[in-house]
Structure formats: C-alpha cells, structure tokens
C-alpha cells in the first residue's frame, strides 16, 4: 500500500504514506501541506531510518481503524 488507508477512509483522499515524528518517536503516517493527517503504524520507531526501512521492507502494522 502507498497511501494511507485510515486518511482514505476519513477523507476519501489518498495521501501517500510518509515518515512522521511526534513526541513518542517516528511513525508511518500521511500528511499534507497543513500538518499530520493520520498514523498509520502501530510502531513507533527510535529514528527516520529505521521507519523508512519498515515502508520499504513492508515490515510494519497497519492500524485498524476502529
């Protein structure tokens, strides 16, 4: 998957899955111009890099959206 599917089932809009940081760490989320959007990943991870690997390899969990 390369959009988010909670931002699609919030907005009907496919954002393309990003990397994000909050106060607990790095995450898969979407975002647009006007800040976050949605997180995507049941992870959080220590660094960037360590996120983008989990995207590439597909090595994450996607949250649920209830």
Not at 3 to 17: D, I, M, S, V
Not at 22 to 32: L, N, P, R, V
């Amino acid at each position: 998957m390369t959009y988010g599917k909670l931002a699609f089932a919030q907005l009907n809009t496919k954002y393309p899955l990003q990397i994000l940081k909050s106060g607990a760490g790095f995450y898969i989320g979407t975002a647009d111009e006007s800040g976050p959007i949605s997180r995507e990943s049941v992870e959080y991870y220590p660094t960037a890099e360590v996120a983008a690997q989990a995207l590439a390899g597909n090595a994450w969990t996607q949250r649920s959206d209830s």
